[in-house]
């Protein structure tokens, strides 16, 4: 499967986003999806998962600002971002994975999108 993230941009703190994944290659209805996030110099860091069955988990710290949401008739998954802040500024990726359980690890991700760079203004 292929996955190209796009939505990304520059925004003013306090203002929304909404990132979108689309995949291309095969369908992603039995996938888990995921997005993460990196800031140059820094780890990848985990920042959504939704399974299947549309159950959804967002890191601790994002989840009252973050939502994960998926289109299996559209093979897309979207990342609802309110509230920015300039410290959510980076590159987001979003990736698919086999595994059934939950997954906030890079390591258990299959596939990569390319990224797509959000930059935050304060």
């Known amino acids: 499967v292929q996955l190209q993230a796009s939505g990304g941009g520059l925004a003013q703190a306090g203002g929304s986003l909404r990132l979108s994944c689309a995949a291309t290659?095969?369908?992603?209805?039995?996938?888990?999806m995921g997005w993460f996030r990196q800031v140059p110099g820094k780890e990848r860091e985990f920042v959504a998962t939704?399974?299947?069955?549309?159950?959804?988990y967002v890191a601790d710290s994002l989840a009252d600002r973050f939502t994960i949401s998926r289109d299996n008739g559209k093979n897309t998954v979207d990342l609802q971002i309110n509230k920015l802040m300039p410290g959510d500024t980076a590159v987001y990726y979003c990736?698919?994975?086999?595994?059934?359980?939950?997954?906030?690890?890079?390591?258990?991700?299959?596939?990569w999108g390319q990224g797509t760079l959000v930059t935050v203004s304060s």
């Open positions: 939704i399974s299947r069955n549309e159950y959804t």
């Open positions: 990736a698919a994975s086999s595994k059934y359980t939950i997954a906030t690890q890079s390591s258990q991700y299959d596939y």
């Open positions: 290659g095969r369908t992603i209805r039995d996938l888990r």
